[in-house]
């Protein structure tokens, strides 16, 4: 505790000791300096208010004023997963490069059934829900490629069956190390504990689309 008011601390007092005794000598100065870092306090909230904000919040903020009506909830959700799904489609189309996000499906189907990496056209048009024609397009360019061969079924003469080769395989593989890379690089912001729980919400979401 400092010395009353008048009272030399001498040179044996700490900083401490000197500054609370000059707060004592000045009854306002504790008010002033309080009054000073409430002002800061306030300002760094504002701040970090205006920070968290994004484009949709603002958007939101607008139309309320306009239709201070209407409940915009869903918008916080939606508006947010629409310009999240932008930047997600521009890194799959980087990390496929030349694949396109077609030829990726197309051979994403066929490594993740693993060896003999093979399926029917029939199981690829359920696998990337496309017409038979989309598909047929689709085959043609990848075995033109040569990421896939297709060869008769041995139990349906009239069936064919499709197979993913080495080139496939290794095109594919290396678009997916991409794309996780990209992907990763989109979440980083969010903890491993906030992803699990996001990804939980947007599983009880999209279930009900399947």
């Known amino acids: 505790m400092a010395p009353p008011p008048g009272i030399d601390p001498g040179p044996w007092a700490s900083k401490a000791h000197v500054l609370a005794t000059t707060q004592w000598r000045n009854p306002y100065s504790l008010a002033k300096t309080a009054f000073r870092?409430?002002?800061?306090?306030?300002?760094?909230?504002?701040c970090a208010d205006m920070n968290d904000?994004?484009?949709v919040d603002r958007l939101i903020a607008a139309w309320q004023k306009e239709r201070p009506d209407l409940d915009f909830s869903p918008l916080t959700v939606l508006s947010r997963i629409t310009r999240i799904s932008k930047h997600l489609d521009i890194a799959r189309r980087n990390a496929f490069a030349e694949l396109d996000t077609w030829g990726f499906d197309v051979l994403a189907s066929l490594r993740r059934v693993g060896d003999p990496y093979q399926l029917s056209p029939g199981q690829l048009i359920q696998e990337t829900m496309v017409t038979s024609g989309?598909?047929?397009?689709?085959?043609?360019?990848?075995e033109e490629l040569?990421?896939?061969?297709?060869?008769?079924?041995?139990?349906?003469?009239?069936?064919s069956l499709v197979t993913l080769t080495k080139a496939g395989a290794k095109a594919v593989d290396s678009a997916m190390e991409d794309l996780l890379s990209r992907e990763r690089e989109l979440l980083k912001m969010l903890n491993k504990s906030e992803q699990?729980?996001?990804a939980a919400l947007l599983r009880e979401l999209a279930i009900h689309f399947e």
């Open 53 to 55: 904000k994004d484009e």
């Open 196 to 198: 699990s729980q996001l």
């Open 37 to 46: 870092q409430n002002l800061i306090s306030v300002g760094d909230n504002l």
């Open 146 to 159: 040569g990421l896939i061969t297709r060869t008769q079924d041995p139990s349906d003469g009239r069936g």
């Open 134 to 142: 989309t598909m047929t397009n689709r085959l043609d360019r990848l």
